[in-house]
């Protein structure tokens, strides 16, 4: 038992992890309960001073229960991908030991032992600016940090895989590719890095807030939906993803920013279309949504080679990669001419390291 005689103590870390959006998307699961997906992807994890969250876990003799708080509110843990995670985490625990606070949880005391679980989101919850991926990575991050988990990255996502498909491929910055493995067990579905954050680094990511209200259909519903009526899904993860796929490694690798943007921009269209050709159909994005797509490529189109790619998730928000700060530049100062700052179609942009902010929204 622990050598802490005193029922009152706490132990505690807190992890931040940032959010991902994919360039070459995930929609569509083959095992709903593992979260394994019908096709591989690659997303790029953003810059963490902006979309993160972060996650304190605490364990406590006095902790009569698990429970878990999200921007304040306490949510139920009793939902599958918070058990996955829970249990796969508290099989792998191993001894914690803190002589200053003479604190020592054995490996079998986990197994006995409540989490209280507070969980704060730096941006929108559930408005398709992927609050689920940085959600479980952290979760996963900070309970393993907890019980002194000792797998590495990979091993970890592929538990975070389970409280949320796109949360494996936060578990590493830069680019990343999710695995979706040939194991029905699941145990070869994880992610894997790349390149790391400092490779390709003039790319500047732009991100345009259309709206911040939670969306009306939730991924997984969306993709549940799409796998059981959408016949271009199926040809989508067949046919075209396994070949873009490896476009994308030779684009991402070389820095070729003309392929990176012609195949992202092709793959947020073809995702949208997916959810077109669902019944009923999803509408994930809006008018501005549409705007903005026109904007880019029209503008792409005048230059010699394009500046800037799009790729919008599953919600009406823009996340704009540009070629450099130049091309950055410009985009903010086009986003301002048709977006002006008292409109209302645009509630603030995300830049890098930097922030316009028109509401207190974000
Ligand atoms: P998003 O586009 O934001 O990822 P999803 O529909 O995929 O939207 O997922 C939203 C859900 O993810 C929330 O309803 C909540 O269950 C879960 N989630 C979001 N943030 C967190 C968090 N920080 N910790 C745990 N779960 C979270
Ligand atoms: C459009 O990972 O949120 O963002 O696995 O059911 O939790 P669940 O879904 P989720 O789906 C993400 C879909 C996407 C594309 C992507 O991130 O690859
Ligand atoms: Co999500």
């Not at 095992?31 to 996650?55: F, G």
């Not at 500047?204 to 939670?214: K, L, T």
């Not at 939906?225 to 271009?232: I, R």
């Not at 002006?340 to 902010?357: T, V």
């Amino acid at each position: 038992m622990m050598a802490s005689e005193s029922q009152n103590w706490v132990f505690m870390v807190t992890a931040q992890t940032p959010t991902n959006i994919a360039v070459i998307k995930y929609w569509g699961k083959r095992d709903e309960t593992l979260i394994l997906p019908v096709n591989d992807s690659i997303s790029v994890t953003l810059d963490p001073s902006h979309l993160c969250t972060t996650t304190t876990a605490a364990v406590s003799p006095a902790f009569h229960q698990d429970r878990m708080w999200l921007n304040g509110k306490e949510i139920s843990l009793s939902g599958g991908r918070f058990q996955s995670c829970l249990r796969e985490i508290r099989a792998r625990a191993c001894d914690v030991e803190d002589e200053t606070k003479g604190i020592k949880i054995t490996k079998e005391d986990w197994g006995k032992l409540h989490v209280h679980i507070a969980s704060y989101n730096n941006f929108p919850t559930a408005a398709g600016l992927a609050s689920s991926a940085a959600g479980f990575a952290c979760l996963a991050y900070a309970l393993g940090k907890l019980m002194n988990v000792k797998e590495d990255e990979s091993q970890l996502s592929a538990i975070a895989r389970q409280g949320s498909g796109s949360a494996c491929r936060s578990l590493f910055g830069g680019f990343v590719k999710w695995i979706m493995g040939k194991e029905d067990n699941g145990s070869d579905s994880l992610a894997v890095q790349l390149t790391d954050e400092k490779h390709w680094d003039d790319l500047v990511i732009v991100i345009a807030v259309v709206s911040s209200r939670q969306k009306e259909t939730s991924s997984t519903t969306g993709m549940r939906e799409s796998v059981e009526t959408s016949l271009l899904l199926q040809h989508r993860a067949k046919e075209i993803v396994p070949k873009r796929i490896l476009q994308m490694e030779e684009a991402i690798k070389n820095r070729d920013f003309a392929s990176f943007s012609q195949l992202t921009c092709a793959d947020s269209n073809q995702f949208h279309a997916v959810c077109l050709d669902t019944c009923p159909p999803i509408f994930y994005m809006n008018d501005t949504s549409h705007r903005i797509i026109s904007i880019v490529e029209k503008w792409n189109r005048s230059e010699e080679a394009p500046q800037v790619a799009y790729t919008f998730d599953a919600g009406p928000n823009a996340v704009l990669i540009a070629r450099n700060r130049k091309a950055a530049t410009s985009l903010i100062q086009r986003l301002l001419y048709y977006f002006p700052p008292n409109s209302d179609d645009l509630s603030s942009y995300i830049i890098g390291d930097k922030s316009i902010a028109k509401d207190a929204g974000i």
